[in-house]
């Protein structure tokens, strides 16, 4: 939460936060892989894919 505040703060816009709550440090619920992954391939598709 401290990094969220630190990028808000200066107005940051270019990052997003994806809290897994019922998670601990590793994935063990199907839906937060899938989401984790969705999120990766995104960011590749956004940033690599050209």
Do not use: C
């Amino acid at each position: 939460m401290r990094l969220a505040q630190k990028l808000i703060e200066p107005r940051k816009n270019n990052w997003e936060l994806a809290p897994y709550l019922v998670e601990d440090h590793g994935f063990i619920q199907p839906g937060s892989w899938a989401d984790d992954y969705k999120r990766i391939l995104k960011l590749f598709d956004t940033n690599l894919k050209r």
